[in-house]
């Protein structure tokens, strides 16, 4: 009877009409959520506690059928997506009365539209795309750190007197920094440093071109990374290459000079 | 006598100096759209109103032959940009008196402009290649929503209360979010809300490094896009395949072991 | 007794020392020009004249010689560095006294840095690639064109009554929305029309998404340009293509079978 | 026994826990500058101090163990990177004790961050590389130089007046066009000119869309030459090119044609 059961569950799982209903619940899920940032008459506000409370018990109808279908139910806990999903359902289904917590709450609530991203397999697919790339990128984010951090201490260190709120620790310099990557009022900031040290434009404009060359160098990284893959892909497809052509090219003269000498 | 008639206008419509006086006229239109924001005198307000008079007929009477000219009269308004032309000549018709409508007489009048687009082959290919990139990009710009909506609810959650100008509720709050993404005055925003909450900084940090990075993964995914079609254009003047060498070459290598058999 | 001299100052023309001192005169007009910038000593001053006059001589000088050491002197001036080398030195001649033309004339001896291009042959390389990039270009910033005109027509009708500093014109609305396309302070200008208009986000938003998206479409287009041509520039060099071995494997073929026949 | 000690010396320096270590010291040695930039206890300060001496002779350590480990000493001190390492110990070594060197003693042990790269030998494979692309790029920088030299020295003459804290010699005109650049509130710099000359938005349109371009075709430029690395390491792997293919062909071709004449 269970067996019935999980064939039935896992017929459903794969309906069509039962994934798009999965979207539609997190759309409204969505919706929900936006609402409540605008001002809501007490109406509207117990309607969306009503929603709220059906789509936590869809979610973890959901759940129960995609656990109870999964013909491996050892290792559902070990896939990255099924792990959040659990996390965001049973995190919703803690109760919160009192009004500290309700922020919190809340904010739960928010990531129930990351959802979406676990149940559109296109947008898992870019996900996981996109986690594939950072890996290959950590050197050069660990130099432009590098870069930071030094550049944040010499900061820290000379112009710490003449204005502190930007200046104050290696900390609020980094942050300083990050404002001047961004080109945001930059020179507010070095007019300021340059009426005690006029030199110190030679501090902003290197920096500027070292963070702009690392930036650089990570974007074509990136290119030349995906440029890589789809070669590969193209290679993975059996194409012969050029030294095995040129095999077969040697085994044919061989077969000729043999065949010469055989007259 | 009507195939005769749609015959001459097929070759005039053809004709290149009738298609010149009617990238001319779109011209005139244009500067004269241009000369309208400008305060006008009354003699050159009346020129202008005689010749917007002279380019809706004209416009008229070169949609009239494109129409008729037309062989396949019944998709002559299922090509889009016959529905875009059609529409702007006929919305130009409609008598227009009382000054309220005034305004959006003049604005459909600027759509003129685009006409330009329709007309000159060269641009149409252009606009419509950057239609075709569109759907492919769908789903990052779906992404980018996502992580917009989602920051602009925690945005309105935390930060409503610090200034609802800018985090009133989940409509403002991507505006503001998007500014943040142009890096307009971001630092502003984010010193306002880290006076009350310190570490509010990740908050947008992360934001940026998100976007950011969803960002250059459309961009390289156009460039890629760009690539390939370049690749099968290649591939579609039909160089034969190395596969399609190798297995020339095997069957070289048959006749040849025939060959050595035969003696 | 001339075709000596020709000879003589063809050589000297070529001479590595030569081609190095004028590169060093332009440095040091370069570094005149730059000097006449600061507040000068008279004693200065004097010198920044006796050194203006040498170098015009010596610019003088050095086109004599190109010019009579040119084998092909009727098509000297049908070379646009040329030309641009003979206005330079020719306007440097002109004797200018009144006050008022002064500034023209130091404007003029500006250009002169800009020789320093027409001599080194690595940048007139850099700036002739420059240059041919551009016409393939046309029509893309054609299409900006047209996005800039049709926004700023409706700027300025729409918002010309909210700010005639921003949108009073079209002239005007373009220089503004030029602007907005750099990202400075553009939400100032939002927030100003949106207490009036407060859809007008959906101007300024969609704005930002054509011209962005029509500027990456350049870049793109520069991109697979460049490419293109490194990918001719290996055709090029007579490297066999796919078909050609193909058409040889089939040669191969029909030798066999008629070789096979035979016996 | 110089020899013995040597080996083991260099059994030592290949360690993986040393290195390790080496790591783990530079990054304590990170966090006391950070620490420093703090408002720190008399208590913490003095441990600084100690932590500083222990860093200084680990350092030391590290630097003889290399370098007597090295078998070819001759050329240690040729190699950039123990260079820069030698350097940053014996600075390091000086003792610093009155208060107006302290700064400068601060700045130097700064640079021991800087030693991370040193170690780690990914960093120094993607240093070398950034440093590798900067000749290559040379001739743009020089004329992107060029081009900011010119509209510094015309900005200088034109707008001296205006305003002598942007404009006021050459030195501060191209600080001031380096701002211009990063679009960082240019537009008031430009309203200001605009006041006098109504025309000087061409000066400021045109340098923005030179600079633009010079820098595009820099970024083009570095993504070429990549791809143009990539591909020559493909080639060193001695996949034979489409010409060998061809010349094979062309020999086997030969054996068949007298194979057709024997007969």
Do not use: C
């Not at 969505?30 to 109406?43: H, N, R, V, Y």
């Not at 974007?219 to 040129?246: C, D, S, Y």
């Amino acid at each position: 009877m269970y067996q019935t059961l999980k064939a039935k569950l896992f017929a459903l799982k794969e309906n069509k009409i039962f994934e798009l209903s999965v979207v539609a619940v997190i759309i409204i899920s969505a919706l929900e959520i936006g609402a409540k940032t605008f001002q809501l008459s007490d109406q509207a506000y117990s309607i969306t506690s009503v929603l709220d409370a059906f789509i936590t018990l869809f979610f973890l109808f959901e759940l129960t059928i995609r656990f109870i279908a999964d013909p491996d139910k050892k290792s559902f806990l070990k896939k990255g997506w099924n792990i959040f999903d659990t996390l965001v359902v049973f995190v919703s289904l803690i109760p919160i009365d009192n009004s500290e917590m309700a922020l919190l709450a809340r904010l739960v609530r928010v990531f129930r539209v990351l959802r979406m991203v676990s149940v559109v397999p296109e947008l898992r697919v870019l996900i996981n795309s996109l986690l594939k790339a950072l890996p290959q990128l950590g050197y050069v984010i660990l130099l432009m750190f590098i870069i930071f951090y030094i550049y944040a201490a010499i900061g820290s260190f000379i112009f710490h007197d003449i204005n502190p709120t930007l200046w104050g620790d290696i900390a609020i310099s980094m942050l300083t920094l990050f404002r001047i990557m961004t080109f945001e009022d930059w020179t507010d900031i070095q007019y300021e440093t340059m009426e005690v040290y006029p030199f110190s434009w030679i501090f902003y404009l290197s920096f500027i071109f070292f963070t702009a060359f690392a930036f650089l160098n990570m974007v074509i990284g990136i290119v030349v990374n995906v440029m890589e893959e789809e070669h590969q892909a193209a290679r993975a497809k059996k194409e012969p290459t050029l030294t095995e052509l040129q095999q077969e090219l040697k085994e044919i003269k061989a077969l000729l000079s043999q065949s010469n000498q055989h007259k």
